[in-house]
Each structure stands twice: as C-alpha cells, then as structure tokens.
C-alpha cells in the first residue's frame, strides 16, 4: 500500500506537469499548487541541512574532538552571518560588502589552485602513462587550446590558415554536441522510465 | 560334441559306434554341438539356471526379467550408493537430527528458506538447480543406456532366429533328424499341441529343446517384444543396481556392461563462458586492488627550494608587471564572435524603457569574471528607464546582483526588484515561466506580491558560471516563453558546451570567457576594465603553456614507467 501510495503521486505529479506544457490555461492552479508544493520542500530540505552541520559542529566542541579550533570559528561566521542578515538585510551595502569581500577571495584563491592542480594533474598524466595516444592527444589539444584563446594568432578571412583554426574552434563545439544529444536521450530515457514507474527513485 | 543317432535322435558320445539306445550304426553321422545338460533337480524348468559362458545375452536379459518378475519388483538390488558422499546441504532437513541440537539461527534460516525461496542465495540455487539437472540427467541416460541395450538384445535375437533359419533350411534336404528329435520328444507337427507340455512344464529340457519350441512356434517371438517393454518401463527411473548379490552371477555378468556405460558424473555446476569471464575479471581485480605496489623513487632529485622560490617569485612579480602594464592596444583582433554580435545587436536594440529578467546563477567565485564579461553588455542594455527583475538561484545571488548593479554606469539610478531565491533552478525557470505566462496565476515565489511585468519581459539575460546551471534556465524559457530572446553570459568554462544552443536558435546570443569579453567591449568602446587585464591573462596562459611544454619534455620518468612495467 505505502509503495502504491508513493507511485501513485510520482506518476500522476509527473503527467500532469507534464500535461502543463501542452495545457497551461487548463491546469494552471494545479501546476502552481504542485510548485508552491516543491520549492516548500525543498526549502526545508536545506534547513535540515543546516541544521544537520551547525548540530553536528557543536557536537563537535561540546566533546572536544579533533578540529574543535575550525568547528568554532565556522558556528561563529555562520551566527554572525545569520543575526547581522536579520538585523541589516541583504539589500544593506555594509552587510553585502561584509560577506562577499571574504567570500570572493575565499572561492577564488579555491579556484586559482584548482587550476595549478589540474595542471600538476595533467603533468601527471604524462609523467606516469609516458608518451601514449591518449596522454599526447590530451597534452597537444591542452596546448592548442591555450594557444588560440592568447588571440596572438591573427589570420586573413578566407586563407588555410583561417579555416585550420575555425575548424579547431569547432572541434569543442562538435563534442559538446555529441554530449548534449546524449544527456538530452538519457534524460528522456530517464523521465520515461520514472513515468512508466519502471524506475522508482522516490521509494524502496 | 555329440553323435545324434539318426535313427532314434538319441545322443552318444563322440567315440561311439553305434547308437546306445536302438544299437543304430553311428558310423558317417556327422556330430553335432553338446547340448545343455539337464537340470533333473530342479523343480521349474529354469533354462539359465547354470553358469553359461556361451549364453547369450538376450537369454540373460530374460532370465533376469524372469526373475525380476517372480520377486514381483518387491525385492530389488540395492540402490547404487556414490562413491563420495554427497555433500549434504544445511538448509536440508534431516528427519533423524536432532530437534534440540539445531541452534536457532540454523532454525530461523530453515523457516526462511522454507517460506521464502529468495532468501537463499544465489550460489545456493545453482547448486540446486545444479542438482536437479543432474539427477534429470541421470535419469535420462539411464533411459536411454537401457534402451539402447534392447536394441542390442533385439540384434541379437533377430541373429539368433537367423541362424535357426538357416540352419532349419540347411538340414531341411539332406536330413530329417529334427523331425526325428521332435518325434522323440513328443513335438512332432502331427501331435496336438494342447497335449504338448509348455515350455515352463518341461522340466529337464535342455536349450536345443527350448530352440526348438521356438522353431515350432510355441515360444513366439512376441512375449520377449512385452517382456522387453515391461523392463523399460519397470526400471524407467529407477537407478541402476551397482551390488549385485552373489546369488546372481548371471545377473551381473549381464548388467556389468551397462553399468560401466553408466558412470555417474561427479557434481558440477553449470557457468557459462560469459559468467566464467566476468568471474575471472572479477577475480583479477581484487588480485589487482589487494596487491602491493612498488614506491615510485624519483631518479632525479627534487629542485632545491631556493630554486622553487625563485619561480614562485618570478611567477608573481610576471603577472603583476603585466596587470600594470597593461593597456587596450595590446587586445588583438579577432576576438568577436558571430555569437557576440549577436547579443550586442539585441542589447544597442532594447527600448530604453524595457523590462529585463536577469538570472544570476554563478557562485562567487566567479565574480570577477563574470563582471568583466556581463558589465559591457548590461551597460549596453540597461538605460536609467529599464525595469528590472532578478533571480536567483545561488545562495549569494542577491549580493552578487547588488555589487554588479553598483558597478554599472546607471547604477544607483536602477529600478531592480529582487524576485528572491530558488533553492532549486528548474523550480525558478519552470515558475518563472509559468507565472510570465499566466498572469492571473498568484504563485508564491521567494518574494511574493512582487508583481511580474504585465506586458512580460522584453529580454532575459542568464549569468552563469556552470553549463546545467545555464541549461536548465534556457530548457525551460525558451519552451515556455520562446517569444522572448534569451542571452548568455556565462564562464570560459560553461562557453563551449552551450554554443550549440545559440546555434540551434534556442538562445539569441551570447557571451563567454575574457577573450569574447574583451572583443565585446572593444567593439562598444566601454571603458578598458577587460583590456587591463588582457595582459595578465596572456602572461598566465602563457606561463601555463611553457610548464605544460616543459614539463611534459623534461618530467617524462620513461625509465620509472619501464621499471614498473618490468616489476608488473
């Protein structure tokens, strides 16, 4: 019964909002219902997830675990950020500035190490495989890449030249075509199956 | 051999001259084959009754169905006990073990397999299934051993009722002792055969007189055919006797041959190749994972820290020089794309009075990117009339909206109504869409009572640092309000994989990347905020390249590579 209960309200939530794109006028309350009812959820869902990490920190110094130092000052930021958001809104300049002059730096010294990292890893690559099809076509389109987005190669419309770099231009785009044909199949696939109740995510 | 008297059929030994009963001269009979001495004390006539190594086996197969038939199938040979136990499954029941000595997880399992045939395992239900397969086999061999020995039996009969023919044929002419033997033993074509003893009355008879009764018809081929039959069928399933009790030496001269022929076969499981190979990968890569494996010893040494310094140092110090020294002649040619033309052709188009939807779906991180690249175009796009509307669908959306908007020429002057957060982007595209459409729909949206635009938005511009962030903005805009022109301004990294979407016609233009964002403000003449930077990002592509290069040139450990392959 409860397995019944749950395929009846995938299915019928996914054909009607499936139904929604074809009869927008007709099923227009249901469709907002079902809406207001999913960012509800999911809303709550990163609550519980806060709540989770801000119990799980505590628990942390309350025992006095390993990391203690770093639990602290992450309940600290995350108060602080918390009572100064009621207090002074996010439309406030001072609080704007407050939060995303630490939280830029933060995820973008991230990301500048993210990229001297997948450039350790590429070199990796070469160093432990040696020179192998695959580690040299990596290698050569890595540095190709690089090469063409520096803008110093200027060619003349209509030239070999021109149509060599056009076509490896196109070469990413081609990929990612084949790839969203892919993801675009396999999504449909998915919500088919999950349609067909042949697929049950929601359940067991 | 013997001399048969020509005279009165009676037998004489070989050296004899004249007949001992009637005195009839021997001399000139040619002699012929002894026949089987007489059982005088025996009470049936049982012809198979001695140990004869000459006999047939189509006599032994009836002299053994004979004797099957007088037990009356009560008293069988034994069953043939395997030679290995056989291994005894635990979920089996034994009626003689022990209630009590069964511990109770043994118990729990026996009711479970008992009630649930799942909850064996897998290996557990070949086994059976194994099993059960054999057995079926078994029986089905047997079958077939026994039918092809009737076959053999029949040969054998039909060789024997040949050999009668011809020799009946062959002493038909020149001899009419057989008419003489049958005058003597009674059995002669004139005699009434209901006078005639049957075969199972005449006790003492020898197999030449048995021969005979078939000769004469009075032991027709036809009950051997049922008799036959009904040994197929009586042993059809029974397993083939393996002791044979010393009482039957007939017997087991007879079925030694087909119990050779019925070798049981030890218990095998059945495994496909297929299964067979995936169990031996299987197997391979546990051996792969659990083995040891050699510490990989750089044969040069590491660079000297003052060196690592030095390139640090000289990383840093290239990069600043090229921020400061920086300027918008050194951006190249080339750099617009049809992709940019396109969006800055929408963005010189929009009314002055125009309400635009922007998304602001990038973390932020990618706050400096995503400003140099977004700034040129949303000065373009924005006048001091617009209407604007944001959404977003990261955490700090909100913030990142109000620090781009503080960046823009027409800044504080903005009309920006913040539509609020979406914890999850497919909800804020499909709301979004649905709400531009219906406009008496109330959805409760993040910021309600916020109205939307009554005559809709005239243009969406998406920020995005991801391509599914941006794919799920354009899948359901461009379905849902497909009037409306979609724009892009994502990341380097999200460009390449949503260019297929501006190709298609799904999103009318965009731009991706510092290099697409410099050609765009060179070509709006907006300001050198890119091109200051231009230098700088040259100087760190390049620096990637030359690390890649040499790197790859002078960091190849082919010997380490080699050493492992050897230790492999």
Not at chain 1, 164 to 181: E, Q, Y
Not at chain 2, 367 to 376: C, I, M
Request: aromatic content about 6%.
């Amino acid at each position: 019964m409860k397995k019944i209960v749950g395929i009846v309200i995938a299915v019928s939530t996914g054909l009607i909002v499936l139904a929604g794109y074809f009869f927008q006028a007709q099923l227009g309350p249901v469709l907002s219902m079902i809406l207001d009812w999913g960012i509800l959820l999911a809303g709550a869902a990163g609550l519980i997830g806060v709540a989770y990490l801000f119990r799980m920190h505590l628990l942390k110094i309350i025992q006095n675990k390993k990391g203690v130092f770093y639990s602290g000052v992450v309940l600290a930021a995350f108060l602080f950020a918390l009572i100064a958001g009621f207090i002074l809104t996010p439309q406030n300049s001072f609080y704007r500035h407050l939060i995303l002059n630490v939280q830029i730096p933060v995820e973008a010294s991230l990301l500048a190490t993210l990229a001297v990292m997948l450039l350790y890893a590429g070199l990796r690559l070469i160093q432990t495989r040696g020179w192998t099809p695959m580690s040299g076509a990596f290698l050569v389109s890595a540095i190709l890449s690089l090469i063409i987005d520096l803008g110093l190669i200027q060619t003349r419309s209509g030239t070999l030249g021109a149509e060599l770099i056009a076509l490896l231009d196109r070469l990413p785009t081609a990929g990612a075509r084949g790839i969203l044909l892919g993801m675009a199949l396999g999504g449909m696939v998915v919500g088919l199956r999950v349609l067909l109740t042949v697929d049950r995510p929601y359940g067991e | 051999m013997i001399v048969i008297c020509p005279e009165c059929g009676a037998e004489n030994s070989l050296t004899a001259e004249v007949c001992q009963e009637c005195g009839a001269s021997l001399l000139g009979v040619i002699p012929s084959p002894s026949p089987e001495p007489l059982e005088p004390e025996g009470d049936d006539l049982d012809l198979f009754a001695q140990d004869d190594p000459d006999l047939p086996d189509l006599l032994n197969a009836l002299k053994q169905d004979e004797e099957m038939s007088d037990d009356g199938g009560e008293e069988q040979a034994p069953i043939p006990e395997s030679p290995k136990e056989p291994v005894k499954n635990p979920l089996d029941f034994d009626a003689g073990e022990d209630e009590d000595s069964i511990p109770e997880w043994l118990k729990r399992i026996r009711k479970r397999a008992r009630e649930e045939k799942d909850s064996i395992g897998e290996i557990t239900q070949k086994i059976n299934t194994a099993r059960e397969r054999l057995e079926s086999e078994k029986n089905e061999n047997k079958r077939k051993q026994y039918e092809s020995y009737l076959q053999r039996l029949r040969g054998q009969k039909r060789g024997i009722e040949d050999q009668l023919r011809e020799y009946r044929d062959s002493s038909k002419d020149d001899s009419d002792w057989l008419s003489k033997i049958k005058k003597a033993e009674g059995k002669h074509s004139d005699t009434n055969q209901e006078d005639q003893p049957s075969i199972d009355e005449r006790q003492g008879d020898s197999l030449l007189q048995w021969l005979v009764a078939v000769e004469n018809g009075d032991e027709a081929p036809e009950p051997l055919l049922e008799m036959e039959e009904e040994f197929v069928e009586r042993h059809r399933g029974e397993t083939l006797p393996t002791r044979i009790s010393s009482q039957e030496p007939d017997l087991e001269s007879t079925q030694q041959m087909s119990r050779d022929e019925l070798e049981f076969k030890p218990l095998e499981l059945s495994i496909s190749s297929e299964e067979q190979a995936q169990a031996d990968q299987l197997a391979v890569t546990i051996v792969d994972e659990r083995a040891s494996r050699p510490v990989r010893q750089p044969d040069r040494a590491p660079l000297n820290w003052l060196v690592r310094l030095v390139l640090g140092v000289l990383l840093i110090v290239g990069l600043s020089f090229s921020l400061i020294t920086s300027g918008s002649t050194a951006l190249p040619q080339g750099l617009l794309q049809p992709q940019n033309e396109a969006l800055l052709y929408w963005a010189r188009k929009v009314p002055s009075d125009a309400s635009l939807l922007i998304v602001f779906d990038y973390a932020a991180g990618y706050a400096s990117e995503l400003s140099l690249v977004a700034r040129p175009v949303l000065n373009a796009a924005i006048q001091d009339g617009s209407s604007i509307a944001i959404v977003s669908s990261t955490p700090s959306g909100s913030l990142l909206a109000g620090k781009l908007f503080n960046e823009l020429d027409a800044g504080g002057a903005l009309d920006v109504m913040d539509l609020g957060y979406f914890p999850v982007a497919s909800y804020g595209a499909y709301g979004m869409a649905i709400r531009g459409n219906l406009e008496s729909l109330s959805i409760d949206l993040p910021e309600v009572g916020k109205p939307l635009p009554s005559e809709g938005f005239d243009g969406v511009l998406i920020l995005s640092d991801s391509y599914e962030g941006a794919q799920t903005w354009i899948e359901q805009l461009s379905s849902l309000m497909p009037e409306i022109p979609l724009n892009l301004v994502v990341t380097a990294q999200a460009g390449p994989m949503l260019l297929p979407y501006w190709e298609s016609g799904q999103v009318n233009g965009m731009v991706s990347g510092l290099s697409e964002a410099a050609g765009v403000e060179r070509a709006l003449s907006d300001g050198e905020s890119v091109a200051t930077r231009w230098r700088s990002y040259q100087t760190g592509l390049l620096i990637l390249i030359a690390v890649l290069v040499i790197g790859a040139i002078f960091n190849t450990d082919t010997r380490g590579a080699d050493r492992r392959r050897g230790e492999e």
